[in-house]
């Protein structure tokens, strides 16, 4: 789509460029330094701390960090159109690349082989993305509500006679139509394809007892740390945050839904081999050990608990008996379904 | 005076009048390019996307077909307009009397308090929203407080829902009514109420028919900008309430950030321009819109539109009369002089309740944003001057705000002199097109800049930031400038002009020094509007250049801690000293 927007581009869009080119970043030739998108916040900080700077140490290559979008894929396209590589390396989710190379491929090949990569999750890697970080949707309660016997399960979850209380869920189709299939009854290993008919039936019934579909990572911290709701789906690290905080509160790991960060390498890059030098810095056990002190996402190199004190590892959702009964997040599959369900979902939360 | 003084003289006099014989509406020209390039062709480039297939550009009505097909959308649109008109009303009547109030004030106090007004308009949207979700908790202070005095201990919900919303909102735009209503209410001879009453006329009577009656300007003026401001809101419904508080322009930011769909992201643009639009023009038909032009020339134009506009604010003015006479007939020899003074105090508070609740948060020694908090530290300060990102995020905000307050006010006083000093009757329809920005709900010249930014790549870059920051605050100045130009006295420039000056001197020794006080405020007024500027940012900044409102939009979806309220700590600190400095400047 952008490739014909460039086609026809005006006259007076052209002017305009010539206009702006002084602004535009070029791409220095002696490669000292690389720049990271990451998404800033703690993520940024904690990156800092177990992939940049001991690169900056192992290399002499500066790794300067940028905070991209919260959806790069629109900036990422435009970046390898104009050629304008503001970003040498950008941290992605498979369904940005499921869109970044579908139906056009915008990104490098990272050509990492198994061998290279010793105790690396193998669904974690792929041509040209390696995944650095698990983050996984959970559900969490407050156990100065549920004092004795808990919810366990999504099925009771949705039992509202049994777990009384306040309820929130995130306001999006990813993720919910797999939670309402778990709810009703679907194996977590059977999830996909998705049955989207029997997800909407399920959903219909615990939609009365939702008092807050929250729409951000901070909303959902907010709602749990304030007591808000008794129990709500959030991403496990989130959760954490409050727990730590002195929360009383308890993340449920059954049934959780994970999904990656991880790095992928503009097109056409002409840093591509440092950064791809960079990529595989950061799948060692020791950097991915080091990222889990600030933020509680899960290393994608299990040899990295090796170094994680246990009552570390015990929240991070790569943990072995938190990765139990994890369901990896189809992002194929809502690639192909996202925006038709997207707006179903819409009409049915506002039906 | 010997011969060759005389010469010169007579030579600079030959410069000045070919100096001043072209028309001076076309110094509004390079504002009108500007215009053009950056807000006419973007926003109709938007427009005309919806109406295309995206991959073979021929013409389609798929993204209309959808609007209108599910019913979602259209209840999205039903809602947006209620929630707007609802939100336009509760700031009318709320804000009325205390811009009336405002006006009985001595000049020093008013300056004061209009502070107090402004500051929680130029708190961020995000901010506000999570000190509400503090308050209102269910286990918030609010709650803790109703439940004392409910008979089963139980508060009722105050979040998530529709109410929630509608007091976001109001508390929001409130400033902007009644900063919009008090410039007219200041114009109103105050000794015409009273020649009123001298003549016959009760107390309420001199009220209504004569102030009310010469401030209707005012209140059309605040309803309209209300309302389309109104329209716009994403952040506010998103936090304060659920599923069906959605508007208009949530649906608009998710189509674009995350489905990048520009056809039925277009699609919902073009339907809030339009309405936006079709609004203003009744709106103009029914009542009038001098107000928004500060101009002193009443229109005379009196179309049949016009008169049932007049009529039915002549039966709200009548209406209302009645009711206080009865209401005073009722209590006669009570006096109630301090009830609009304890009303507009109590008012001013819950403008500030959030705004209040910001700074010990900001100053928490615990890890989250909560009230009370659990003990005081400069923990969250230090995190916010230690960070690389929020230093990096603020000092783009400062520069990208120096820069584009100083383009704004070029442009916009260009173009004010032009409008003014024009006799051509062209100056209406430039005026005109010079608020137009104001008309179209920012989401939408956001979104427009995008797409043509992302051409241009333009898109997280200094520039694209300042040019956005530019159109938006354009209007905003402008009218202020052409207010402060009207105020000038131009007979001292022909005075100079008579004297021998010419066009570039009567500017430099006459005209700049006399309007330099308004300038200056103008030009801080657009430092502040870029300064907190959040919806442009969110799309032209691209993650590379985060300005200090999108570092805490950002930070809100990756992590909330007490970080953003220590930010919004030192915007406020910013915004709150320019903002006495430009009220010093003005007088």
């Known amino acids: 789509m952008i490739n014909h927007m460039l086609t026809r581009r005006s006259a007076l869009a052209v002017g305009g460029a010539l206009l702006a080119s002084p602004r535009i970043r070029r791409a220095s030739a002696a490669a000292t330094q690389i720049t990271v998108a990451d998404n800033g916040g703690p993520v940024g900080a904690s990156f800092r701390d177990a992939f940049y700077d001991p690169f900056e140490k192992a290399t002499g290559i500066k790794v300067v960090n940028i905070t991209q979008n919260v959806d790069p894929v629109a900036a990422f396209r435009v970046m390898v159109e104009t050629g304008s590589y503001t970003t040498d390396v950008a941290l992605l989710t498979p369904g940005f690349v499921y869109r970044l190379t579908h139906p056009t491929n915008y990104l490098e090949a990272l050509d990492l082989t198994p061998a290279q990569l010793p105790g690396m999750i193998p669904q974690m890697v792929t041509p040209n993305f390696m995944g650095t970080d698990v983050w996984t949707t959970v559900f969490a309660y407050r156990t100065d509500k549920f004092a004795q016997a808990g919810p366990e399960s999504w099925a009771d979850f949705w039992n509202v006679d049994k777990f009384p209380g306040r309820r929130g869920l995130y306001r999006s189709p990813g993720t919910n139509l797999e939670i309402a299939l778990m709810a009703d009854g679907v194996p977590y290993d059977k999830v996909y394809p998705l049955d989207v008919e029997r997800a909407f039936a399920s959903l219909d019934r615990i939609k009365p007892h939702i008092d807050v579909w929250w729409t951000s990572g901070a909303q959902s911290t907010q709602l749990l740390q304030s007591g808000e709701v008794d129990l709500l789906s959030i991403w496990s690290a989130r959760a954490q945050v409050d727990i730590d905080g002195g929360t009383p509160a308890r993340i449920v790991w059954n049934q959780n839904i994970a999904s990656v960060d991880g790095w992928s390498i503009p097109k056409g890059s002409p840093r591509a081999d440092i950064s791809r030098q960079f990529v595989k810095f950061c799948a060692g056990a020791a950097q991915q050990a080091a990222y889990t002190t600030v933020m509680k996402n899960g290393p994608t190199n299990v040899d990295a608990y090796n170094a994680i004190p246990p009552e570390r590892g015990r929240l991070l959702p790569t943990f072995p008996d938190n990765r139990r009964s994890m369901l990896l997040y189809d992002n194929e599959w809502w690639g192909a379904n996202y925006a038709a369900i997207k707006q179903r979902f819409d009409a049915w939360l506002l039906a | ?552 939009w950002d930070d809100i979806v990756f992590a909330v801690n007490p970080t953003l309220a220590a930010a919004s700590v030192v915007v406020l600190a910013v915004v709150g000293t320019l903002f006495l400095v430009a009220e010093r400047l003005r007088k």
């Open chain 2, 1 to 552: 005076m010997n011969k060759s003084f005389l010469l010169l003289f007579f030579k600079k006099e030959g410069l000045a009048s070919f100096l001043r014989r072209p028309d001076p509406l076309w110094l509004a020209v390079p504002g009108l390019i500007f215009l053009a390039l950056f807000f006419i062709y973007p926003v109709l480039k938007l427009l005309i996307i919806s109406f295309q297939d995206p991959l073979s550009a021929a013409f389609s009505l798929a993204a209309y077909r959808r609007v209108f097909g599910a019913t979602v959308y259209l209840g999205v649109l039903r809602t947006t307009f209620w929630m707007a008109l609802q939100t336009t009303l509760w700031c009318l009547v709320l804000g009325y009397p205390l811009a009336y109030w405002l006006t009985c004030l001595k000049p020093r106090r008013r300056g004061r308090l209009i502070l107090l007004v402004m500051l929680p308009f130029w708190t961020s949207a995000l901010v506000k929203a999570f000190g509400w979700l503090v308050l209102l908790a269910r286990y918030g202070l609010v709650a803790k407080l109703l439940a004392l005095v409910s008979p089963g201990g139980r508060a009722p919900e105050l979040l998530h829902g529709r109410g929630a919303v509608l007091m976001g909102m109001v508390h929001t735009m409130l400033p902007l009514a009644v900063l919009t209503m008090l410039p007219v209410m200041l114009q109103i001879d105050r000794t015409l109420p009273r020649a009123a009453e001298t003549l016959g006329a009760s107390g309420a009577q001199g009220f209504w028919r004569v102030f009310f009656h010469l401030s209707v300007p005012g209140i059309t003026a605040a309803g309209l900008l209300v309302f389309i401001a109104s329209l716009g809101f994403f952040i506010t419904p998103a936090l304060l309430g659920g599923p069906h508080e959605t508007m208009i322009g949530q649906v608009i930011l998710e189509q674009i950030q995350s489905v990048l769909d520009w056809q039925f992201g277009g699609a919902l643009s073009a339907m809030l321009v339009v309405s936006a639009f079709a609004v203003s023009i009744a709106y103009d038909r029914l009542f009038g819109l001098s107000a928004l032009s500060v101009s002193s020339t009443r229109q005379t134009q009196r179309g049949w539109l016009r008169r049932i506009g007049l009529s039915l604010l002549e039966a709200v003015a009548y209406v209302s009369t009645l009711l206080t006479e009865g209401l005073a007939f009722l209590l006669r020899g009570h006096r109630f002089g301090w009830l609009l003074g304890t009303y507009c105090v109590l008012l001013i508070g819950f403008l500030l309740i959030p705004t209040l609740l910001i700074l010990p948060m900001a100053f928490t020694s615990g890890p989250f944003l909560e009230f009370p908090p659990p003990g005081l530290g400069l923990r969250w300060m230090a995190v916010y001057f230690g960070s690389p990102v929020w230093m990096a995020a603020t000092w783009r905000s400062f520069g990208v705000a120096f820069v584009a307050s100083l383009v704004t006010t070029l442009i916009a006083g260009t173009a004010a002199i032009a409008v003014v000093r024009s006799p051509n009757r062209w100056g209406r329809g430039v005026f005109t097109l010079f608020l137009a920005p104001m008309i179209v709900p920012s989401i939408v010249t956001a979104v427009g800049l995008f797409y043509l930014f992302a051409k241009l790549s333009l898109v997280a870059t200094d520039l694209g930031l300042v040019i956005g920051h530019t159109v938006l605050a354009l209007p905003l100045s402008f009218v202020a400038l052409v207010a402060v130009l009207r105020g000038h006295d131009w007979g001292l420039d022909q005075a100079a002009a008579t004297l021998g000056a010419n066009r570039l001197r009567v500017m430099r020794f006459v005209t700049l020094p006399l309007v330099k006080g308004g300038l200056l405020a103008a030009l801080l007024f657009a430092f502040i509007a870029s300064f907190e500027e959040l919806t442009v940012a969110i799309f032209i900044s691209g993650g590379l250049k985060t300005t200090l409102p999108k570092q805490m």
